[in-house]
């Protein structure tokens, strides 16, 4: 039997919507998992256990295994504690998935410093610390699932979320290379876009939006990320309401200048630079 079954798979921000969702989906079908989960608030303020400890006690009532953890991901400390507690209770860490995230939305003109930097150190940073302290595990052991949440804020832009949009843009750069270097060891990177009525999204879409984007429908495909069966790395997936789709970055013809131009030639020519008909999926020219 593969698919998941006995891997251990680290879940930040496990405790409530998305996050837990993909807890119980994974246990359900084999995996041991840890929840992590700082128990804060939307904003990231506050913290507690309870969160995690109910999703915990919701996956063992169902015959399946996990554990709690609420060390912030934050911190490279917290990031390393995560992975420890993985390795402390089940001896490995096969994947990780990072979903933990916080919202401080403001229009830009309106955006302090703190809020950038709260928003960037859980989701971008946090990403990096808990992925990072996991690894040399994964290396080591030539098998490993990486699985970050990027948001169609990332990849398209929102009103009000340059800081969030920022981070989550972070994740798709960052799987980007993670899937280049962890080839070799058979660790695959991808990234998905959810889009799905929680906590997080209560505010943000209309009532009858968010009605049919039950968070269940995206756990299925994170699961399938986290398999030993996978091929796919460096993708990203936007999931939501029953819809899964794969977003690329394309690339147009463009224009060759045997000289360099003048600012007016550059000009005359813009229409076809930014011509997309006809692009092509793009590549990076000096990889």
Same mark, same amino acid.
Request: no cysteine.
């Given at each position: 039997m593969a698919g998941v079954q006995d891997r251990v798979i680290v879940i930040t921000g496990a405790g409530n919507g998305l996050g837990r969702e993909y807890a119980l989906a994974l246990a359900a079908a084999g995996a041991k998992v840890v929840v992590n989960d700082l128990g804060g608030s939307r904003d990231g303020t506050g913290a507690g256990s309870a969160a995690a400890d109910a999703v915990v006690a919701d996956i063992t009532g169902a015959g399946g295994t996990a554990v709690a953890n609420y060390d912030s991901v934050a911190t490279a400390a917290g990031g390393a504690a995560i992975v420890q507690t993985a390795l402390d209770a089940f001896g490995r860490v096969d994947g990780v998935i990072a979903n933990a995230g916080i919202l401080r939305d403001r229009a830009f003109h309106k955006m302090t410093a =703190?809020?950038?930097? &709260?928003?960037?150190? @859980?989701?971008?940073?946090?990403? $990096?610390?808990?992925?990072?302290?996991?690894?040399?595990?994964?290396? =080591? #052991? #030539?098998?490993?699932? +990486?699985?970050?949440?990027?948001?169609?804020?990332? +990849? $398209?832009?929102? $009103?009000? #979320? &340059?800081?969030?949009? /920022? /981070?989550?843009?972070?994740?798709?750069?960052? +799987?980007?290379?993670? %899937?280049? =270097?962890?080839?070799? &060891?058979?660790?695959? %990177?991808? %990234? @998905? /876009?959810?889009? %799905? /009525?929680t906590r997080m999204t209560e505010d943000v879409a209309p009532p009858e939006v968010l009605a049919a984007l039950d968070p269940k429908h995206v756990a299925p495909v994170v699961g399938h990320l986290c398999t030993d069966e996978l091929t796919e790395s460096g993708s990203v997936f936007v999931v939501g309401g029953g819809r899964v789709y794969r977003v690329a970055q394309f690339q147009s013809k463009g224009v060759t200048f045997s000289d360099v131009p003048t600012i007016d030639e550059v000009g005359r020519r813009w229409n076809e630079i930014s011509d997309l008909d006809g692009a092509e999926v793009g590549v990076n020219p000096v990889g």
């Open positions: =703190e809020d950038w930097d &709260a928003v960037l150190q @859980v989701h971008l940073y946090g990403a $990096f610390h808990t992925i990072h302290a996991a690894w040399p595990h994964l290396r =080591e #052991q #030539q098998h490993g699932r +990486i699985v970050v949440a990027t948001s169609t804020s990332g +990849i $398209f832009g929102n $009103f009000g #979320q &340059a800081n969030y949009g /920022a /981070a989550k843009g972070g994740m798709i750069g960052l +799987i980007n290379t993670l %899937a280049i =270097e962890g080839r070799k &060891a058979n660790i695959l %990177a991808n %990234a @998905v /876009a959810p889009m %799905a /009525a």
